[in-house]
Each structure stands twice: as structure tokens, then as C-alpha cells.
């Protein structure tokens, strides 16, 4: 078997019911509306309610993805699930995911954290599982699901958002081959962004931040093509997708991404050089960011949203063009690596599209957004909890604990 054949086979998002618009949170804070929606390049971010957890996401996530793409729960012999967004210290959140899921006894499961990095660290491990002959034929489900919660009135607020994308990983796939000489890692120990067991909410170093991801970029670029003679550039993408905090920072990693392969810096204060990056951006990066600016930073899944955005709008005229995909995990872990559009996915453009499930989400006031963080808070040791309190219809909910041990229920329209 070829390993330049690997890849996603099948790609679906789930995320939460609600939202809340950016600029109604920037007015509640004092804050000019123009820094969340210019400056940081976000519309609205998804906000999760009690009844919604990384089990409930991942699970609708990956049901979509089986359903949609036609495939058996029987085919999957590998499931991770990539989360930082963790609900017991011990168990997985990938079993609760397996048995809800109905997948194989045969089925090796598992969870990855590693901040917004788990769930690369899982596509590429199952990649590495189909290559090495072990899956036999069987294919694996790598999902990534997590709720960023920064708390109020924090730097980190209007960054947050919640959802997961699954992805079927396969040696036929038919949506985006990666080319397994081009996958560069990078790792560093930083303290640049952490969640402690004893906190709900992360605590993140802002602009540190920043500047860790960057970095990471160059060192995991440089890793891709350490060598030298091997296949494929990256001069002729037609599209670089980032890990996605928030939108802006797709522009400060393409600058970086164009500084590395033009070797030397960009002077934004030369008008010419200026006009060439923005014209680029607005070319090879910003029309893929349209889920993230409505959905938020959904963490482990931010850049494979990126992906859904692109695969949609543009598997047709870019099939067989090659990507880039850079991953960036707080800590950190990073991957950068190049994939090719395959000829079949535009095919399956309207298996992949959350717009009608998002032009379904109910809009927050600030108030319901107050109390739906106020709630999730203590939501882990409630015994009992209603999803039509919390204005859902119809789903898979979290619904309580009872001796300690999480309950869910599939509840059908009223
Ligand atoms: P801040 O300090 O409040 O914002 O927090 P700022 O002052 O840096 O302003 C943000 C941008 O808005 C700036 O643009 C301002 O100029 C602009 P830039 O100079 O950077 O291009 N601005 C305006 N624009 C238009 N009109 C205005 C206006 N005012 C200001 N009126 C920060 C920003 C991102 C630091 C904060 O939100 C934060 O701490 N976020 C959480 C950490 C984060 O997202 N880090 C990103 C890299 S690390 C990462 O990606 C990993 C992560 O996903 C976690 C994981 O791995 O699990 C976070």
C-alpha cells in the first residue's frame, strides 16, 4: 500500500445550539466592537449549555460522518478522540464516544490531549496504523471535540467557542491524501497557555502565546523539509490553513509561513510588501475562515473546520491541487504537513456543509450567556439536568451523574 494514499475518507461538524454575537459581548465589556470583529476576526462564537459536552459533540459529530459518508460502524478499527477538554481524570471520553457510537469490541480506542494539537496527534497516528499494515483493512475514526472556556471578563473571552469535527481515516480516501514526506513535527516545553486539574477555565499568557505558535510554525516547516530531494513544494499551494484561534491569527501565521519560504522578513510598513501579503491572504487563507468566524475557537478541531470551510466552497476547482495544514497545540506540539484535494471530494460537498444546523442556532443575550457559563460550572456533580431547560429539541444530551458516574440520553422531538 502506498502511504501518499492516506488520509480523510470523510469529514463532519457538530457543535452547540447556541451562540453569542461578538459585538454584543465587546459592548457588555466596554469594548469597541471593531477590536473583537477586525481585530481579532470573529463574528460570534458557539457556546455550550450544560446538556452539551465534548461525549455529545463527538458522538453527533461522529455519527454524521458515518451516516453522511455511508460507511458501517463495523469498518472502524481505531477510534481517537482529541480533547483538552477532559470529564473524568481516569476514563476516556473516546469509550463513552465508542459504546454510543455502537463500534467494534474489536475497536482500539483511546483519548489524545495535548492541547489543540490532540487531534493531529491522532490523525497521524492512525495514519501510521493504516501504513503499517495493522488495520487490515479497517479504518479509523479520529474525532476532535472541546469546549474553550476562558471565563468572563477575561483577555481570553472572546476567543472561546465549542464543537467537534470527526474525521474517517482511510488508505482510499476520499477527501484529502497526505503526503507522508511532507509531515514536519516541532515540540517545546512553554508555558504559554494551561488549564490546572483544580481550574474550569484555561489561563493563557495572550501574546506569549502568539509568538510560541509562530514559532512553532518555522520549526515545524523546517522539519517537513528536512529533506531535501523529497516530493512535492510548497510554492504551488493553493490554499495554507492554520490552527484557528481566532481568525486574525491565520494573518499573522501566513506572514510568518511567507517570511519562511521567501527568507527574510515582511515589512508591513512598505506599502508594496504590505498590499503583496494581504493580496495573498485573501487568496490562499481568509476565504476558509468563515466557520470559525461564526463557530470560535473549538480548540483541538479549529483547523479541520478550516478544512470543511475549504473542501465546500472549493473541492471542485481545486481538485488535485496540493494544501498545507498547520497544526499548533498549546505547550506546545506542532505539525505542519502537505495533503492533496482528491478528484471525488466534491461529491460529497453537501455531506460536509453545517450551514443548515448552523442557521438553526439560537442567538444569546448577554444574560443567558452569564448564566449558561454559571451553570456548566457545577454541571459535572448535578444529578439531574433538563436539555429543554436549556431550549434544546431534539439529540444526544448530557443529562447528570448519578453515583458519580455521567448519564446521557438520546431525547427525539416533542
Ligand atoms: P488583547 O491583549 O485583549 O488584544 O488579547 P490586543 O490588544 O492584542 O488586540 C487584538 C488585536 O485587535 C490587535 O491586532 C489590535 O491591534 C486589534 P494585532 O496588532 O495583533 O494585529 N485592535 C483593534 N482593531 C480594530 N479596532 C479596534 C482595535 N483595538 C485593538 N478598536 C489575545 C488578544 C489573543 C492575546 C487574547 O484574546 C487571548 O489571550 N486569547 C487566548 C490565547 C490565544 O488565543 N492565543 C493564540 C495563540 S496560542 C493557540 O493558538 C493555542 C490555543 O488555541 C490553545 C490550545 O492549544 O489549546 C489558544
Avoid at 522578513?265 to 476558509?288: F, G, N, T
Avoid at 481545486?318 to 497544526?327: C, D, K, M, R
Avoid at 454541571?379 to 436539555?387: G, I, K, R
Amino acid at each position: 500500500m502506498s502511504s501518499n494514499r492516506i488520509g480523510i475518507d470523510a469529514l463532519a461538524f457538530s457543535g452547540p445550539d447556541a451562540y453569542l454575537a461578538l459585538a454584543d459581548l465587546a459592548r457588555a465589556r466596554g469594548v469597541d466592537p471593531d477590536k473583537y470583529t477586525i481585530g481579532l476576526g470573529q463574528h460570534s462564537m458557539a457556546i455550550a449549555s450544560p446538556c452539551e459536552d465534548p461525549v455529545t459533540m463527538a458522538v453527533q459529530a461522529g455519527q454524521s460522518a458515518l451516516k453522511k459518508f455511508g460507511i458501517d460502524p463495523d469498518e472502524i478499527g481505531t477510534l481517537i478522540v482529541g480533547t483538552e477538554t477532559g470529564i473524568d481524570h481516569s476514563k476516556p471520553v473516546a469509550v463513552y464516544v465508542h459504546e454510543l457510537l455502537g463500534l467494534s469490541q474489536n475497536c482500539r480506542t483511546f483519548e489524545t490531549k495535548h492541547a489543540c494539537y490532540g487531534a493531529m496527534a491522532g490523525l497521524t497516528s492512525s495514519m501510521d496504523w493504516i501504513a503499517s499494515g495493522r488495520a487490515r483493512g479497517r479504518k479509523a475514526l479520529v474525532i476532535a471535540s472541546d469546549i474553550a472556556s476562558y471565563g468572563l471578563n477575561t483577555p481570553g473571552e472572546p476567543t472561546q467557542g465549542a464543537g467537534a469535527v470527526a474525521m474517517v481515516v482511510s488508505a482510499d480516501p476520499r477527501l484529502l491524501a497526505f503526503d507522508a514526506r511532507r509531515i514536519g513535527d516541532y515540540t517545546r516545553q512553554v508555558m504559554d497557555f494551561w488549564r490546572p486539574l483544580y481550574s474550569k477555565y484555561a489561563f493563557a499568557d495572550g501574546h506569549y502565546s502568539i509568538e510560541c505558535y509562530l514559532d512553532a510554525l518555522a520549526g515545524a516547516h523546517q522539519d517537513a523539509f528536512a529533506e531535501a530531494d523529497g516530493p512535492d513544494s510548497d510554492t504551488e499551494l493553493v490554499a495554507c490553513l492554520y490552527h484557528i484561534p481566532f481568525v486574525r491569527m491565520a494573518f499573522k501565521a501566513h506572514q510568518r509561513y511567507l517570511e519562511i519560504i521567501q527568507g527574510g522578513p515582511i515589512d508591513r510598513d512598505h506599502p508594496s510588501q504590505l498590499q503583496a501579503l494581504k493580496e495573498d491572504y485573501q487568496r490562499r487563507v481568509l476565504p476558509w475562515l468563515s466557520l470559525n468566524a461564526e463557530i470560535g475557537n473549538i480548540y483541538t478541531g479549529s483547523l479541520f473546520l478550516s478544512l470543511i470551510d475549504l473542501l465546500r466552497q472549493q473541492s471542485s476547482d481545486l481538485a488535485g491541487q496540493s494544501i498545507s495544514l498547520f497544526s499548533y497545540g498549546s505547550g506546545c506540539g506542532a505539525t505542519y504537513c502537505l495533503a492533496r484535494i482528491q478528484p471525488t471530494a466534491c461529491d460529497w460537498v453537501d455531506a460536509m456543509d453545517p450551514s443548515a444546523a448552523l442557521d438553526q442556532r439560537r442567538k444569546l443575550s448577554m444574560d443567558e450567556y452569564e448564566q449558561l457559563i454559571e451553570d456548566c460550572s457545577s454541571a459535572d456533580q448535578q444529578p439531574h439536568l433538563d436539555p429543554s431547560d436549556y431550549g434544546h429539541r431534539s439529540g444526544l444530551f448530557y443529562v447528570g451523574t448519578q453515583d458519580h458516574q455521567r448519564q446521557y440520553r438520546q431525547q427525539e422531538k416533542a
